[in-house]
C-alpha cells in the first residue's frame, strides 16, 4: 500500500470536509455629486446662487469616514470672497450606524441608530473669525413603521453651542420594480416632511431670538432612478418655511431675504 499518497488522499477529503473560511467583507466605498438651486441651512439662505457638494465615503460594518466639499458655482458671494467655483467649505465626518432587528432583539420592529462627528472647516470663516466648527449628531428611525418617522439631533461642540432637532417623515412609493423579490425599485418617488426645532444659541446667532422655537418645516420630493446596479440619479424639488410667528418675522428680514423657499437639485451617486 503507498501509505504517502493514502495520506495525501485523507488530507484532501478532510479539507473539502471542513466548514468553508468566512468570506472576509470588504468595505463599501461610494461617491456622491449634488446640485441645488440654493443652500438651504435651517430654513435660511446661505447662497441664493448654485451649489455643488461634492462627497466620498467608506462604510464597513456600521462605521463611515466621510469627507464633502461645497463649491460655490457663482460669483454671486463675491463680497464675501468667493469667486465661481471657489470652495467654500469642508466636511470631515466619522460615524456609526446599526440596526436593531425586530427579530434578533424581540422588538416590535426594526430599530435604526446612526451618530456621527463631524468638523468642519469654513473658508468663510462665519463664526466669529474661526475657520472651523465642530458637531456631534444622532439620530433614531423607524424605517418598517408608516411615513417611517425620524427623530435627529445636532449639538454644536464649540462656538455658541447651538442644538437643533428634527422630525421627519417620509414615504416612497415604487413607480418601477425592480427584477426578483427583494430588489429595490428601479424608479420611486419618495415624498418627506422635516419639522426642525432650535435652542436659544442657534436662534440668537441665526435671528436675534434668545429663545427655543420651532424652525423651518421642509417638504421634499425626490425621483429615485436606479440608472445601473451601481449609480443612483435623484432629481429633486423642495419648499421650506417658517410658521412660528416671531420667527417668521425676523426671517423675512433683508439679511435672510425671505421666511420661505424653493429650491431643486439634483444628485448622482455611486456605490461598489
Not at 120 to 125: F, H, I, V, Y
Amino acid at each position: 500500500m503507498n501509505y504517502t499518497n493514502t495520506t495525501i488522499a485523507a488530507a484532501l477529503c478532510a479539507a473539502l470536509a471542513a466548514p468553508a473560511i468566512a468570506e472576509i467583507e470588504l468595505p463599501e466605498v461610494s461617491v456622491g455629486l449634488d446640485y441645488s438651486s440654493k443652500q438651504v441651512t435651517r430654513g435660511l439662505i446661505d447662497n441664493e446662487e448654485g451649489i455643488v457638494t461634492a462627497s466620498a465615503a467608506i462604510e464597513w460594518q456600521g462605521f463611515t469616514a466621510e469627507v464633502d466639499g461645497l463649491f460655490n458655482t457663482t460669483d454671486e458671494m463675491k463680497e464675501d470672497g468667493y469667486d465661481s467655483w471657489d470652495n467654500t467649505e469642508v466636511d470631515y465626518i466619522l460615524g456609526y450606524g446599526y440596526t436593531f432587528g425586530a427579530d434578533d432583539y424581540g422588538i416590535f420592529t426594526d430599530v435604526e441608530v446612526a451618530f456621527d462627528y463631524t468638523y468642519e472647516w469654513d473658508n468663510g470663516g462665519d463664526f466669529e473669525d474661526n475657520d472651523h466648527v465642530q458637531y456631534l449628531h444622532a439620530s433614531v428611525g423607524l424605517p418598517e413603521i408608516f411615513l417611517a418617522p425620524t427623530l435627529a439631533g445636532e449639538w454644536m461642540l464649540d462656538q455658541f453651542h447651538g442644538q437643533y432637532y428634527s422630525l421627519e417623515l417620509s414615504h416612497g412609493f415604487d413607480l418601477i420594480a425592480g427584477e426578483g423579490e427583494d430588489a429595490d425599485p428601479v424608479l420611486a418617488l419618495n415624498l418627506s416632511i422635516v419639522q426642525g426645532l432650535a435652542n436659544d444659541d442657534y436662534n440668537e446667532d441665526d435671528l436675534e431670538k434668545d429663545f427655543w422655537a420651532l424652525r423651518d418645516t421642509t417638504l421634499t420630493a425626490t425621483l429615485d432612478w436606479a440608472a445601473c446596479e451601481y449609480i443612483t440619479v435623484s432629481p429633486y424639488v423642495a419648499y421650506t418655511d417658517t410658521y412660528s410667528g416671531t420667527v417668521r418675522k425676523a426671517a423675512k428680514c433683508d439679511e435672510h431675504g425671505d421666511a420661505h423657499h424653493f429650491f431643486a437639485g439634483v444628485s448622482v451617486s455611486a456605490a461598489f
